[in-house]
Nanobody, 125 residues
Framework: QVQLVESGGGLVQAGGSLRLSCAASGRTFSTYPMGWFRQAPGKEREFVGA????????LYADSVKGRFTISRDNAKNTVYLQMNSLKPEDTAVYYC??????????????????WGQGTQVTVSS
């Protein structure tokens, strides 16, 4: 089993920044990707970005490209989502996710097996 715990959400004004953390424990898969998703009220869960633990390669949704950055600290088993130039439309619950089946950087939520509890990010205008 893999346990994922997110932290770092909160309320920020438009144009501000936040950094989310996702700490992984239990059985981890160093060769498999970690992903970030978000879900706003009344909307479907949306891919934000993903990273490969081993090589650090990343993939981002077009809506966040150039504003969000995913990084990882292998020694701490932690993945980060640095969010800059935040917009009100970034308001959502953000989830980190891990897969033990898919080695490529998937944008599909059903490719991920483990999910954190989510952390709320609210961007005021």
């Amino acid at each position: 089993q893999v346990q994922l715990v997110e932290s770092g959400g909160g309320l920020v004004q438009a144009g501000g920044s936040l950094r989310l953390s996702c700490a992984a424990s239990g059985r981890t898969f160093s060769t498999y990707p970690m992903g970030w998703f978000r879900q706003a009220p009344g909307k479907e869960r949306e891919f934000v970005g993903a990273i490969r633990w081993s090589v650090g390669s990343t993939l981002y949704a077009d809506s966040v490209k150039g504003r969000f950055t995913i990084s990882r600290d292998n020694a701490k088993n932690t993945v980060y989502l640095q969010m800059n130039s935040l917009k009100p439309e970034d308001t959502a619950v953000y989830y980190c996710a891990a897969t033990q089946r898919v080695r490529f950087l998937s944008v599909e939520y059903f490719d991920y097996d483990y999910w954190g509890q989510g952390t709320q990010v609210t961007v005021s205008s």
